[in-house]
């Protein structure tokens, strides 16, 4: 049973505090891989501005650092018995990585779904440039060159024009960044009004969660099968390579999101924070936490991670514009007339022109 006794000593069971101290060094070590990672990519490759590789790395090491912040302040605010964090404030620490982790996997979907469609948008020639360059999108006209190479001075990093479902994935994160935070006014709300159930609340927005997580993981699964298929049908080297990754990734989504969002539908793991009070199963709990949290979250962003772990050319400086075609991770390979993937001979074309991060 887990007990709370203001400053004391053994106020989570030592088994419990292993598994804390054990995800939150996970975590830590995640985070500083894809923030270190991030460091020699951009040190590489800093003229093409922010890639879909720096992006995914970037928002990967911030979720699982945010993690590590939650894990270790559920150690010190639950054993001193901070009034706040069994409310509003363990919800929000709680529940922003997560975000963070869904808008990264949610991102690497609008990607698959610009491969997949590419072959058949004869007609719209910006949406398909989108998936061929780098994430932002380097198409600009001469009069606004100008502009850029002033805003260049004052900021080393370029941003460009977002891909129409890249812009989908910003407001879809958003949106629910945006509810988080209205379930965060009312569980702050209830903590003085005792007609506002607070624990309703989260296990409300904890629930749709999971069920988006768990539409996410199924989606992740369709375009992976389907992007498999289509390269099925190339004899080249680089097809077999990308293949196995994008079905080993959908795989792993697939189970990782399944297993998190039915321990989030069927049990509190995800409001441990707030439910110190209530008596737990020590062993039980924790096999839960590590399901949750270490098979849910920690192991798709390793994984992620090690497949993006190739480094881009060094010489990325000559590059003044560059377009990339790959199914999870970025290149500096120069294309100069981009095809669209209509046939599988066009494809096979494409995917020989790919070289790994």
Request: proline share 3%; net charge positive; with cysteine.
């Amino acid at each position: 049973m887990l007990e709370l006794r203001g400053g004391g000593a053994s106020c989570f069971p030592q088994l419990l505090v292993g598994v804390y101290v054990g995800l939150a060094l996970v975590a830590a070590i995640i985070a500083l891989l894809a923030f270190y990672q991030l460091i020699r990519i951009h040190s590489r490759n800093s003229q093409l501005g922010w890639t879909r590789q720096k992006v995914f790395h970037l928002m990967i090491g911030s979720s699982n650092m945010g993690y590590f912040i939650y894990f270790v302040l559920t150690l010190f605010a639950t054993c001193k018995g901070w009034p706040c964090w069994s409310n509003s404030c363990g919800f929000i620490l709680m529940a922003f990585p997560k975000i963070l982790f869904f808008a990264a996997f949610l991102l690497l979907l609008s990607f698959w779904v610009d491969l997949c469609h590419q072959a058949n948008d004869e007609d719209d020639e910006d949406e398909d440039s989108s998936s061929q360059e780098a994430l932002l999108d380097k198409n600009s006209n001469k009069s606004s060159s100008s502009k850029t190479d002033t805003h260049r001075k004052c900021f080393p990093l370029r941003f460009h024009h977002i891909g129409s479902r890249q812009k989908i994935v910003m407001l879809v994160t958003v949106l629910v960044f945006v509810i988080m935070l209205a379930c965060a006014v009312i569980i702050w709300i209830g903590m003085g009004n005792y007609s506002v159930d607070s624990a309703l609340v989260t296990r409300v927005y904890v629930d749709f969660f999971s069920i988006t997580i768990l539409l996410l993981g199924g989606a992740l699964a369709c375009y992976g099968l389907l992007l498999c298929l289509k390269m099925s049908k190339v004899r080249s080297e680089r097809a077999s390579s990308e293949m196995w990754k994008v079905s080993g990734l959908a795989v792993v989504s697939v189970i990782c999101f399944t297993s998190s969002s039915f321990v989030a539908l069927l049990t509190d793991i995800p409001m441990l924070y707030h439910w110190p009070q209530h008596p737990i199963k020590v062993v039980y709990t924790s096999l839960l936490l590590i399901l949750y949290y270490f098979i849910g979250s920690s192991t798709p962003s390793a994984f992620i991670l090690w497949i993006m772990r190739e480094l881009p050319p060094l010489k990325a400086a000559n590059i003044q514009e560059a377009s990339t075609i790959t199914f999870i991770t970025d290149s500096s390979a120069v294309i100069e007339h981009p095809q669209r993937w209509t046939t599988s001979t066009s494809l096979q074309n494409q995917i020989s022109r790919v070289s790994p991060i």
